[in-house]
């Protein structure tokens, strides 16, 4: 039976080995050595110089997470709370924007908020001045939160659908108003849905560099537009590509970790009492 199991579990080792291991090893190996293949720690030491992308892709990322937090969670319940026909059309518009080519989608965001753009016509037919939406960390924002904002829903409903009734009905019949139910019941059972939220959020809005070009300029730029740029840019330097990868994913790894840290049945117990 083992030696069957091993068997079957053969093509998805082979693939993870292939599509997985081997990609990240060589990003540790351009990172620790220069063009010449010598090993160094000068592309390490690189990293300095982006240390302020690093901080505003960090900053942009947490924003748009807050954001796609205090959007997402009132969405999460309202739907967690019908039933039918009803739920599934409000999960299906929620995911009806993600069936779209996701460049196609920004590209769209670009067109309402550049200076000719649709928002723009609108404002001159009224007699208004034009906005400059276009070029600017709130068109990156935006872009983050519409593409990333069912991310942080589904999760959330996934795990207020499951909830029992009766736990709210309980805390009622025990005197607790509807802020003290939200506080006390709803929000801490719905914790992992956060967490995991967060995570999803977080991780694709720190490393985007398609949302920043377009909707950003070359004045906001985040890390993935300097590492898109270093791979396949006009300064081209794959030692340095690599090493800020390296940093990114273990940027990752810490977010996930930190986040699956808080995400267990201790804790949510702990948080109820």
Not at 52 to 64: E, M, V
Not at 125 to 145: E, R
Not at 256 to 273: A, H, I, P, Q, Y
């Amino acid at each position: 039976m083992k030696s069957k199991s091993t068997a079957g579990a053969a093509p998805y080792i082979v693939w993870a080995v292939i599509f997985t291991l081997v990609p990240m090893g060589l990003v540790v190996y351009f990172s620790l050595t220069d063009r010449s293949g010598t090993f160094t720690f000068a592309s390490i030491a690189a990293i300095r110089d982006y240390l302020p992308t690093f901080g505003r892709s960090i900053g942009l990322g947490l924003l748009s997470t807050a954001i796609c937090l205090l959007l997402g969670y009132p969405i999460a319940y309202i739907i967690s709370r019908k039933s039918g026909l009803t739920q599934q059309t409000m999960v299906m518009l929620i995911m009806l924007p993600q069936w779209m080519n996701f460049l196609l989608r920004t590209y769209a965001w670009m067109s309402l908020l550049e200076n000719n753009g649709f928002i723009n016509q609108f404002l001159r037919l009224l007699g208004l001045p034009p906005a400059t939406m276009i070029n600017t960390p709130g068109a990156v924002v935006l872009g983050m939160v519409y593409n990333f904002l069912p991310f942080m829903i589904l999760p959330i409903f996934s795990v207020m659908e499951k909830l029992d009734v009766r736990i709210t009905e309980a805390a009622q019949d025990l005197g607790a108003d509807g802020w003290a139910v939200l506080r006390r019941v709803i929000l801490p059972l719905s914790l992992p849905g956060i967490f995991t939220g967060i995570t999803m959020v977080f991780v694709p809005a720190v490393s985007t560099f398609v949302i920043s070009q377009l909707l950003g300029g070359n004045k906001n730029m985040l890390i993935g537009d300097s590492i898109e740029m270093l791979f396949v840019g006009n300064a081209t330097n794959y030692n340095i590509g690599s090493a800020l990868s390296l940093v990114l994913m273990l940027l990752m790894l810490l977010s996930m970790t930190v986040m699956n840290r808080f995400d267990n049945s201790d804790e949510m117990g702990g948080l109820m009492v």
